[in-house]
């Protein structure tokens, strides 16, 4: 993991969806009203006949996508999580997952560490809501490499698809040459004290606190859940019957979010106890990023002292 | 194929009168009144304008047709069975399980249907979607979207009214099934909807105002549509709620109700006579 070299996954997205318009034409991008900060203006700026802004209308945007999907086209739509996954969830499930059409939304400014725009916009419900959808696939990126190659990645899989991005810029985890499947939960280390089961801005925390806990002789693993649904059942059963305690992490509610899947997998296949870091039934507030992950006890400190108690 | 004759277009609309109420009493459930009132409407839109061909239902080229009032599905099933897409035999499964033809219409169930719809206030966006893309791809399809009129005091209706005209979207044409009356009463009361013509006009729409009955001021209506460029059209339909069958007609009690044996009898006897004298 690089530390110096940070980058916010809204900002590999925005690259990588730009990269991907040149390779496939079939790419049409929309955004509503926030296209500088979903970063889906660098799309617009190189294809502006392929991007289309509908203004501030998420219920709008969600459904012209449906509509474009029906031609065979793959809208990738964009604003901030809370109102593609809040107030758009109807159209989403009405006329995007039950048509079982190919949208994919693509969805920025996910957890608490939005910052200091505080509650309203901090969506803490958003891989809750959409993985109870039926034909929808969930994907939440750790890091810039996996961002660039899941936005690549899903245009291939005929299937809505939910991508959860960040704003905070955070290190970059894995090098180009780093494979990934969906599906597939990113296992680093063997370590059998503990398995640290991390997604999103969540996973570098891990990484950091494992690192410093090695050094305490506390050898624990992490695992990268950067697929939410489905989820891998199997590593995640291996690694509760490898290591002896369990912890999720993640910058999101404790419920339903990938504490909840963890517990859901490990209660009906391999019941043991799961200990979840996250939101706690609670809305955000303000303040800058990296206060509020220490603040909701989601940081690497937080991680740390949990494995010590 | 086209069919232009007034007569032939007229008996082919009560035809569809007839398997609404078949359906709705074989399920002993579903929307009589709303699906009698757009009758004429799906039958000048799949009989006489739109460019369709029940053996190719997912021919790229074709024209779209959106029922974004997806409660009213009896009419479009009754209209596709005519038209060719499927068996008329099918019509007697609706709402029934295991059937294709569910409460509301599914895109992927049944040929004929280009959209999943039953959520009020979706399917404007959607044909919104399906114009821009048509046009993108210079495929030169038309795409009709039929609103209920209680349904568009959905906000999202608004919303895709000013995306269409900010892309000046001149092959979208959505038709106001313009009964006046929504599940609680009428919809000045209710929703307090008026001004529907104003209300398009000012958000960009070519506005046209018809008896929704009447087959040839349908025909008219959509002709004119087609020479309007630069803006979307809007067919305001001024109908009657259950239309074509005394005891529903302007009753707000028949919007999502089943006859029962007598009622049935009486309906079908009403339609029938009504096929005849024409």
Redesign the interface.
């Known amino acids: 993991m690089n530390n110096e070299n940070k980058i916010a996954t809204r900002q590999s997205y925005g690259e990588a969806l730009a990269d991907l318009g040149e390779k496939n034409e079939n790419i049409i991008v929309l955004d509503a009203d926030l296209s500088n900060a979903t970063k889906t203006n660098i799309f617009a700026k190189k294809y502006p006949n392929r991007f289309i802004n509908v203004g501030i209308a998420e219920q709008n945007l969600l459904g012209i996508a449906a509509g474009i999907s029906t031609y065979g086209k793959i809208p990738y739509v964009s604003t901030f999580a809370v109102f593609a996954a809040g107030r758009a969830y109807e159209q989403i499930r009405n006329s995007i997952c039950y048509p079982n059409l190919n949208v994919k939304i693509c969805a920025t400014h996910a957890g608490v560490t939005v910052g200091e725009d505080g509650a309203t916009h901090q969506m803490l419900e958003d891989l809750s809501l959409m993985r109870t959808l039926p034909n929808m696939i969930v994907i939440s990126p750790s890091d810039d490499t996996q961002t660039r190659w899941v936005i690549e990645e899903i245009s291939k899989i005929k299937s809505s698809v939910y991508v959860r991005l960040a704003r905070l810029a955070t290190p970059i985890i894995y090098d180009k040459k780093q494979k990934f499947e969906i599906g597939k939960g990113i296992q680093h280390g063997n370590g059998t004290d503990a398995t640290i089961f991390a997604t999103g801005v969540a996973v570098s925390e891990a990484l950091k606190a494992k690192e410093e806990l090695a050094k305490q002789n506390i050898n624990v693993r992490v695992v990268d859940i950067f697929t939410i649904k489905p989820i891998d059942k199997e590593l995640i059963i291996k690694c509760a019957k490898e290591t002896k305690r369990i912890i999720t992490v993640e910058d999101h509610s404790v419920i339903g979010g990938l504490g909840s899947s963890i517990c859901e997998v490990l209660s009906e296949s391999y019941p043991v106890k799961v200990e979840r870091m996250g939101i706690e039934d609670t809305f955000g507030k303000s303040g800058k990023a990296e206060e509020l992950l220490k603040y909701f006890k989601i940081d690497k400190d937080a991680i740390i002292e949990k494995l010590l108690s | 194929m086209k069919i232009t004759k007034i007569e032939a277009l007229e008996n082919i609309a009560n035809e569809i009168r007839v398997d609404i109420i078949e359906q709705v009493y074989n399920a002993q459930s579903g929307h009589p009144g709303g699906s009698l009132s757009c009758a004429d409407i799906l039958t000048v839109l799949y009989f006489n304008q739109m460019n369709i061909d029940p053996k190719r239902p997912n021919a790229?080229e074709r024209d779209?047709f959106v029922l974004s009032k997806g409660h009213c599905c009896p009419a479009l099933y009754a209209t596709l069975a005519e038209k060719g897409y499927f068996s008329k035999e099918l019509l007697k499964d609706f709402r029934k399980l295991e059937s294709n033809l569910q409460g509301h219409p599914?895109?992927?169930k049944v040929p004929g249907v280009?959209?999943?719809t039953?959520?009020l206030?979706?399917g404007?966006?959607?044909?919104?979607?399906?114009?821009?893309?048509?046009k993108?791809?210079r495929?030169g399809c038309r795409i009709y979207c039929l609103l209920g009129d209680g349904e568009i005091e959905e906000?999202?209706i608004w919303?895709?009214a000013?995306?269409a005209s900010k892309n000046k979207l001149d092959n979208l044409c959505a038709i106001l099934d313009y009964n006046g009356l929504q599940i609680d009463g009428t919809v000045e009361d209710v929703g307090g909807l008026t001004d529907v013509k104003e209300k398009f006009a000012s958000f960009g729409f070519n506005v046209i105002e018809v008896d929704g009955h009447n087959i040839e001021s349908l025909i008219n209506a959509f002709n004119i549509t087609k020479q309007k460029k630069g803006m979307p059209s809007i067919i305001i339909a001024n109908t009657i709620k259950g239309k074509g069958v005394s005891f529903m007609e302007n009753e707000v009690s028949w919007h999502g109700k089943a006859p029962n044996e007598e009622q049935y009898k009486q309906a079908i006897s009403e339609l029938k006579l009504k096929h005849f004298t024409n």
């Open positions: 790229k779209r599914d895109i992927n280009d959209m999943t039953g959520s206030g979706q404007l966006s959607v044909s919104v979607g399906m114009a821009i893309s048509s993108m791809e495929a906000g999202q919303e895709a000013m995306s």
